[in-house]
């Protein structure tokens, strides 16, 4: 963990703009503050910038809390027999983003690269960085993402310029085992004789409402004990640097507030987010944040009246196809299409390796939970012994189901 936080650190620094442009202040055409009195260098960006936004994402050995394959550049980190940290397997070119009716636009798992030692980390990120600042895309915005570049050069390409520019001799990727998308909701511990205590986070709204007074909860324990705080991937909350003797505290105190820390307590729930959507959301056609909540409770009582209520299945719902959410990865993905319509997605893993599949066009928000029951009744009658949901529909085949997509016919 140290080390990984390290080399997060060090990317962070390494990649930082020198230029303070992204500071800068204008009032009708003006700068409000003089300009430097000498030119700024930018060793890695130039005059430019990159075309779009990059993401880079480091996961532990196993564990793809962070949805590695979704990052411009993805590390997943890899140890010894030893335990000692050997280095990092290199992915690149992942994004979820795409657009209604546009076949040139799509969501794309990131692709091995290459297996880099510690020391070698820095300068192929640094290289990956500035290949994309030299061909992305800079005319046509929807095309401006380094998974196009990646997509269309082909991997072969980009391990020859990565090499150009390092001299270094690339070593081969190294093969992933995943054990799955850890929440890492509850309490672990830290390794140092602290305790961390994740807390879900209904899409990662903090609020008081009702008998959950989550916002006021928080505040409490925060001002209380002065934990870390760590935002996830997940939407969720983690409190850090608990003392063993506090345990029994925190936990007291969030439960006056209504605030469970069991995670099961959750149900479908806890696999489940959206994106803020309509009405904060300029690019939203439709709602996620606001109508979720209340298709999981239905989605809940379906579960259970077929006796699937014990079962994880991952939901991801957003407002628009650009994917904020993540909702071509996981079990079932609910895409907005325009208002009160949805595409629907499945066919995904837990631990988030593969994209999910088409699977209904044009769905009320009224059938969602209908067509739902649907598929969840023929998973439970004809997987094998314990087959997740997304495993069901990756061997039978998505587009056998479409006598089943009669839903709005």
């Keep these: 963990h140290q080390a990984v936080e390290e080399l997060v650190q060090a990317i962070t620094a390494q990649l930082t703009p020198h230029t303070g442009a992204y500071h800068e202040i204008w009032l009708d055409g003006e700068p409000i503050a003089p300009e430097p009195a000498t030119a700024e260098e930018e060793p890695i960006y130039g005059a430019t910038y990159l075309p779009r936004k990059f993401k880079i994402g480091v996961a532990l050995p196993g564990d793809n809390c962070i949805d590695v394959y979704t990052q411009d550049i993805g590390l997943v980190a890899e140890t010894d027999q030893a335990g000692e940290l050997s280095g990092y397997t290199v992915l690149i070119g992942g994004g979820m983003g795409r657009t209604h009716g546009k076949t040139t636009t799509y969501p794309r798992l990131a692709t091995p690269l290459c297996f880099a030692t510690p020391a070698e980390v820095l300068p192929i990120v640094t290289a990956v960085v500035a290949i994309q600042r030299d061909y992305g ?8 993402r380094m998974k196009y570049l990646v997509a269309e050069r082909g991997i072969a390409w980009f391990r020859a310029e990565v090499a150009a520019r390092t001299g270094l001799p690339l070593a081969e990727a190294h093969a992933l085992t995943w054990h799955g998308a ?94 803020p959507a309509l009405p904060t959301c300029g690019q939203a056609v439709a709602e996620a944040e606001r109508v979720l909540p209340d298709l999981l409770t239905e989605i809940t009582a379906v579960l259970a009246d077929l006796g699937l209520e014990k079962e994880p299945v991952s939901i991801r719902m957003t407002g628009c196809p650009n994917g904020c959410a993540r909702p071509y990865m996981g079990d079932i993905g609910i895409v907005g299409r325009s208002k009160d319509l949805y595409t629907i997605y499945v066919g995904g893993d837990a631990a988030n390796t593969r994209l999910n599949q088409e699977y209904a066009d044009d769905v009320p928000t009224t059938a969602i939970v209908p067509l739902l029951r649907q598929l969840f009744t023929r998973w439970r009658d004809e997987r094998t012994s314990r087959e997740a949901f997304g495993d069901y529909w990756q061997r039978v085949g998505v587009t056998t189901t479409s006598a089943l997509a009669a839903h709005h016919a």
């Design 137 to 144: 895309d800079r005319a046509n915005r929807k095309h401006a």
């Design 182 to 275: 850890e929440d890492h909701l509850g309490w672990h511990k830290q390794g140092d004789g602290t305790w961390s205590l994740g807390l879900f986070i209904e899409n990662g709204r903090i609020t008081d409402r009702d008998d959950l007074r989550l916002r006021s909860g928080l505040r409490a324990v925060i001002e209380r004990f002065a934990p870390g705080l760590r935002l996830t991937p997940q939407q969720n909350i983690l409190l850090t640097d608990i003392p063993t003797k506090h345990k029994t505290a925190v936990r007291a105190l969030l439960a006056t507030h209504g605030i469970v820390v069991e995670p099961t307590a959750h149900g479908v729930r806890r696999f489940a987010m959206a994106c």
